[in-house]
Protein backbone atom coordinates (compact mmCIF):
# COMPACT_ATOMS: atom_id res chain seq x y z
CA UNK A 1 0.00 0.00 0.00
CA UNK A 2 1.93 3.76 -0.86
CA UNK A 3 1.15 5.49 2.40
CA UNK A 4 2.68 8.41 1.14
CA UNK A 5 0.12 9.75 -1.46
CA UNK A 6 3.02 9.05 -4.32
CA UNK A 7 5.12 11.91 -2.62
CA UNK A 8 9.17 11.57 -3.48
CA UNK A 9 9.72 13.78 -0.76
CA UNK A 10 8.09 11.37 1.61
CA UNK A 11 10.44 8.73 0.27
CA UNK A 12 13.65 10.55 0.52
CA UNK A 13 15.99 10.55 3.45
CA UNK A 14 16.45 13.89 5.73
CA UNK A 15 20.07 14.72 5.95
CA UNK A 16 20.81 18.00 8.29
CA UNK A 17 23.39 20.39 6.94
CA UNK A 18 25.17 22.72 9.73
CA UNK A 19 27.09 25.57 8.22
CA UNK A 20 30.93 26.46 9.50
CA UNK A 21 32.54 29.19 9.17
CA UNK A 22 35.98 27.43 9.97
CA UNK A 23 35.77 23.65 8.69
CA UNK A 24 38.96 22.70 10.38
CA UNK A 25 37.81 24.20 13.99
CA UNK A 26 34.07 22.15 13.36
CA UNK A 27 36.78 18.87 12.67
CA UNK A 28 38.38 18.93 15.84
CA UNK A 29 34.92 20.14 17.88
CA UNK A 30 33.20 16.93 16.72
CA UNK A 31 36.19 14.45 16.81
CA UNK A 32 37.64 16.23 20.28
CA UNK A 33 34.26 16.87 22.16
CA UNK A 34 31.64 14.46 20.42
CA UNK A 35 33.70 11.68 19.31
CA UNK A 36 32.96 11.83 15.53
CA UNK A 37 34.91 11.64 12.48
CA UNK A 38 33.76 11.74 9.42
CA UNK A 39 32.56 9.36 7.43
CA UNK A 40 33.50 11.13 4.22
CA UNK A 41 34.57 14.46 2.95
CA UNK A 42 34.06 16.46 -0.46
CA UNK A 43 35.80 20.27 -0.61
CA UNK A 44 34.06 22.72 1.41
CA UNK A 45 32.35 19.77 3.08
CA UNK A 46 32.45 16.77 6.03
CA UNK A 47 30.03 13.92 6.12
CA UNK A 48 29.06 12.25 9.32
CA UNK A 49 27.09 9.16 10.08
CA UNK A 50 25.11 8.49 13.48
CA UNK A 51 22.60 5.62 14.08
CA UNK A 52 21.71 5.05 10.46
CA UNK A 53 21.28 8.74 9.63
CA UNK A 54 23.80 11.67 8.57
CA UNK A 55 24.83 14.81 8.73
CA UNK A 56 27.31 17.60 6.91
CA UNK A 57 29.20 20.33 8.10
CA UNK A 58 29.86 22.79 5.61
CA UNK A 59 32.49 25.44 5.09
CA UNK A 60 29.62 28.92 4.75
CA UNK A 61 29.74 32.54 5.11
CA UNK A 62 27.17 32.40 6.88
CA UNK A 63 26.62 31.51 10.48
CA UNK A 64 23.27 30.14 12.28
CA UNK A 65 21.69 32.32 14.68
CA UNK A 66 22.03 29.60 17.31
CA UNK A 67 18.32 30.49 18.21
CA UNK A 68 17.08 27.21 17.67
CA UNK A 69 17.46 23.87 17.66
CA UNK A 70 19.26 22.88 14.78
CA UNK A 71 19.99 19.17 15.26
CA UNK A 72 19.33 16.62 17.80
CA UNK A 73 20.09 13.05 18.98
CA UNK A 74 17.61 11.07 20.55
CA UNK A 75 19.29 8.38 23.21
CA UNK A 76 18.63 6.29 25.77
CA UNK A 77 19.96 7.73 28.79
CA UNK A 78 20.35 11.61 28.53
CA UNK A 79 22.68 11.93 31.96
CA UNK A 80 25.23 9.45 30.82
CA UNK A 81 25.78 11.15 27.27
CA UNK A 82 25.97 14.48 29.37
CA UNK A 83 28.16 13.26 31.77
CA UNK A 84 30.63 11.93 29.09
CA UNK A 85 30.51 14.81 26.68
CA UNK A 86 30.82 17.18 29.65
CA UNK A 87 33.90 15.22 30.37
CA UNK A 88 35.09 15.58 26.76
CA UNK A 89 34.68 19.83 27.35
CA UNK A 90 31.33 19.97 26.07
CA UNK A 91 29.15 22.88 27.63
CA UNK A 92 25.78 22.86 28.30
CA UNK A 93 23.34 25.73 28.09
CA UNK A 94 21.38 26.86 30.70
CA UNK A 95 17.81 28.03 30.20
CA UNK A 96 15.59 29.26 33.03
CA UNK A 97 12.13 30.32 31.68
CA UNK A 98 8.71 30.37 33.37
CA UNK A 99 7.58 26.71 33.31
CA UNK A 100 11.02 25.41 31.58
CA UNK A 101 14.59 25.23 33.37
CA UNK A 102 17.32 22.92 33.08
CA UNK A 103 18.67 21.66 36.11
CA UNK A 104 22.51 20.68 35.99
CA UNK A 105 21.88 21.19 32.17
CA UNK A 106 18.89 19.04 31.86
CA UNK A 107 15.50 19.98 31.39
CA UNK A 108 12.22 18.12 32.00
CA UNK A 109 9.84 18.18 28.91
CA UNK A 110 5.89 17.26 29.18
CA UNK A 111 4.52 16.01 26.44
CA UNK A 112 6.20 14.12 23.28
CA UNK A 113 4.79 13.16 19.43
CA UNK A 114 1.81 9.67 20.47
CA UNK A 115 4.12 7.62 17.63
CA UNK A 116 7.14 7.49 20.11
CA UNK A 117 4.91 6.05 22.90
CA UNK A 118 6.25 8.49 25.41
CA UNK A 119 5.08 10.91 28.10
CA UNK A 120 7.56 13.76 27.81
CA UNK A 121 11.71 14.10 27.17
CA UNK A 122 14.46 14.74 28.86
CA UNK A 123 16.59 16.99 27.15
CA UNK A 124 19.93 18.98 26.95
CA UNK A 125 21.29 21.84 24.98
CA UNK A 126 25.02 22.95 23.43
CA UNK A 127 26.29 24.87 20.84
CA UNK A 128 29.17 23.37 18.43
CA UNK A 129 32.48 25.88 17.31
CA UNK A 130 30.38 27.20 15.39
CA UNK A 131 27.87 28.63 17.34
CA UNK A 132 24.94 26.06 15.81
CA UNK A 133 22.32 24.64 18.54
CA UNK A 134 22.22 21.44 19.08
CA UNK A 135 20.12 18.91 21.13
CA UNK A 136 19.93 15.59 23.20
CA UNK A 137 17.41 14.05 24.04
CA UNK A 138 15.78 10.75 26.01
CA UNK A 139 12.05 9.92 25.72
CA UNK A 140 10.56 9.45 29.16
CA UNK A 141 7.88 6.89 29.21
Known sequence: ??????????????A????????????????EKLGLE???????????????TEFAVFRSAGASPGTFTQMGWQVDDVEAVVSELRRRGVVFEVVDLPGFRTED????IEGN?????????????????????????????
Open 1 to 14: MDTDGGNPLARGRV
Open 16 to 31: TRLPAQDLDRARRFYS
Open 38 to 52: PVDERPGGLLYRCGG
Open 105 to 108: GIAE
Open 113 to 141: YPSKGARGERAAWFRDSEGNLLGIGEPVT
